[in-house]
């Protein structure tokens, strides 16, 4: 059986801006349980979702930042970070 369990490449449409700098291609590895953990004492779903994505893709992005996203962006990386929890649990 194939492991359907690799790091996505996500590319932009629209290049994401972190700490002054373009980015129009990111890599989302496998969180693992410690990722969960590191987040597990935020309350806000999006704030979590956000410093989650954020910590995966090495971004070191801030939620100021990634609320400065465009939305298609947004639903793009939580797609990918949904895809990968779908299969353990429901909700962080």
């Known amino acids: 059986m194939a492991n359907k369990r690799v790091p996505k490449k996500i590319k932009f449409e629209v290049p994401i801006i ?18 969960l953990t ?3 004492g935020i309350l806000d779903p999006i704030e979590r979702d956000f ?9 070191n992005a801030t939620v100021d930042e ?9 639903v793009q990386l939580q ?6 929890l779908s299969s353990t649990q429901k909700t962080l």
Do not use: H, Q, W, Y
């Open 66 to 74: 990634m609320n400065e996203f465009d939305a298609a962006e947004i």
């Open 51 to 59: 410093t989650l994505i954020s910590n995966l893709c090495d971004l």
């Open 79 to 84: 797609g990918e970070l949904k895809g990968f």
């Open 38 to 40: 590191a987040v597990s």
């Open 18 to 35: 972190v700490g002054g700098k373009e980015i129009d291609e990111v890599t989302m590895r496998v969180p693992k349980g410690r990722d």
